[in-house]
């Protein structure tokens, strides 16, 4: 008996969307299922879009697609309970067209996105929350929702970070989903009118300000790191939590939130904003949180449901991964679908690509992130250096001079670093970062 759909993907997210464009102008029968009421109602991202993926199935998505404002700076910088000391990267590269990356809303940009899925052909249906995969005894044979059951020969899946239809499968043994490899993103938007944005963070219309904190404020031993976005006319505000140091804490992640927004270098730019939206999300980042295997037969697994988000405390980048490996699960399922040939075997050209495209390599190559991001001294003693340092450099105390090296050694001390400490973090940011 034939199928009822040449591919199913689950998961109207960047990834998912990305994935039904291509094979839908690749001439498949696909269908897009999305559990929110519509796509991109229950997403969540900072967040900024590194977007040159999506111009290899949507050229002119930056002119078309709902973006917030082009980013011109990025800022970078420790937070103490009472100082702050952060870095600016005014490019000048990313000031003129084509820009290199965006602020988003994802309830407009995924609504957008799966818009752009229908109009190349593919069938859209919100509203499912798919209850788990179709399974053949190893073979997946498309998804079963509501006692219904919708079969294709290849199914994406691209349902996001605690991907649940992987959790219940052996695509993902759920000891994966350890709390050192998940995080916990917690996010508000505010309302400010677009000149006062303007006026706030020093930008012109239409272009934004990025900005992440270490936030060496939270109670000992719970670490995570903050951020601060501009949109049109709205501010997204959160933090991103390291989960395992939440544990017995007895401190709610609400609270967290408020002490990074009362700080007093974010409180100023938020001051007469209105809070119009709040949430959160898990997200699965890094090598740590790889599900078992990236493909079998009759599947491909893509995006967050992979663990693909590369949060190295400086940046975070979810999106493009999702969109970069959902295009290529759909270009494996286009030449799976010619070949009529779903096996595992032809389905590890999946494994090629994410090979290939720098997606696993990535990954790899910074398996050890975690070793800075989640060393507990780059969350606590460093804010503390570096205010330290910067504050007997940048200030006059009526005493003497002191040369750079002496200056570093009282901050050092003032942190609480020994100098053994230093240098294997040192060696370690070199190496890991
Ligand atoms: C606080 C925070 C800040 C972030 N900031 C950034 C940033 O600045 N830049 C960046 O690039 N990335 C950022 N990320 C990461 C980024 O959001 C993700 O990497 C990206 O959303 C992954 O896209 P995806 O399509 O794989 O998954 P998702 O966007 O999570 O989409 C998955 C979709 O699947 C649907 N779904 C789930 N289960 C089912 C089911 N059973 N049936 C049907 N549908 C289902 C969901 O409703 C959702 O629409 C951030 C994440 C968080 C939480």
């Not at 499968?169 to 050192?180: E, F, H, M, N, V």
């Not at 309302?191 to 006026?199: F, K, W």
């Not at 001390?413 to 370690?428: E, K, P």
Request: hydrophobic share 45%.
């Amino acid at each position: 008996m034939g199928d009822d759909f040449d591919a199913i993907v689950v998961g109207a997210g960047m990834g998912g969307c990305a994935a039904a464009i291509r094979l839908a102008q690749g001439g498949a029968n696909v269908l897009l299922l999305e559990r929110g009421v519509e796509p991109g109602a229950k997403n969540l991202s900072g967040g900024v879009l590194w977007g040159n993926d999506l111009a290899r199935i949507l050229p002119r998505w930056a002119e078309e697609m709902p973006v917030e404002r082009h980013l011109v700076r990025k800022r970078f910088g420790f937070l103490t309970t009472e100082s702050a000391v952060s870095f600016d990267l005014d490019d000048g590269r990313w000031r003129a067209p084509p820009y290199a990356a965006h602020t988003v809303l994802r309830a407009r940009t995924d609504a957008w996105l799966a818009r752009q899925a229908e109009a190349a052909g593919a069938t859209v249906v919100p509203a499912v929350p798919v209850e788990r995969l179709n399974w053949d005894g190893n073979v997946v044979r498309g998804v079963v929702q509501g006692g219904e059951t919708m079969t294709a020969p290849v199914t994406i899946l691209a349902d996001g970070a605690n991907s649940r239809l992987a959790l219940s499968t052996p695509i993902r043994p759920a000891a994966r989903l350890s709390a050192g490899a998940t995080e916990l993103g917690i996010k508000e938007v505010y309302r400010l009118d677009a000149g006062r944005i303007e006026e706030r963070f020093g930008v012109g219309p239409g272009e934004g300000h990025a900005e992440e904190w270490v936030t060496g404020l939270f109670p000992p031993g719970v670490m995570g790191g903050g951020f601060l976005y501009t949109n049109r006319d709205t501010l997204s505000l959160g933090v991103i939590l390291n989960i395992g140091s939440l544990f017995s804490r007895g401190i709610a992640s609400h609270e967290l939130v408020e002490r990074f927004r009362l700080h007093p270098a974010i409180a100023s730019r938020l001051r007469d904003a209105e809070l119009v939206e709040y949430g959160a999300k898990l997200i699965s980042s890094g090598w740590a949180s790889r599900p078992a295997a990236f493909h079998g037969d009759g599947w491909m697994v893509a995006g967050d449901a992979a663990g693909f988000v590369f949060s190295n405390g400086i940046v975070i980048q979810g999106m493009n991964y999702a969109v970069r490996s959902g295009l290529e699960a759909a270009e494996t399922a286009l030449a799976s679908r010619t070949a009529k040939d779903a096996s595992a075997s032809r389905l590890a050209e999946y494994d090629a690509r994410l090979e290939r495209t720098g997606i696993l390599p990535d990954f790899r190559d910074f398996e050890s992130l975690d070793r800075v991001k989640w060393n507990l001294r780059f969350h606590t003693a460093y804010p503390r250096f570096a205010t330290e340092l910067f504050h007997a450099l940048m200030s006059e105390s009526g005493g003497r001079k002191q040369h750079l090296r002496r200056v570093a050694r009282t901050a050092q001390r003032a942190a609480g670093i020994s100098s053994s400490d230093l240098l294997r973090d040192g060696l370690s940011f070199l190496r890991d970062l």
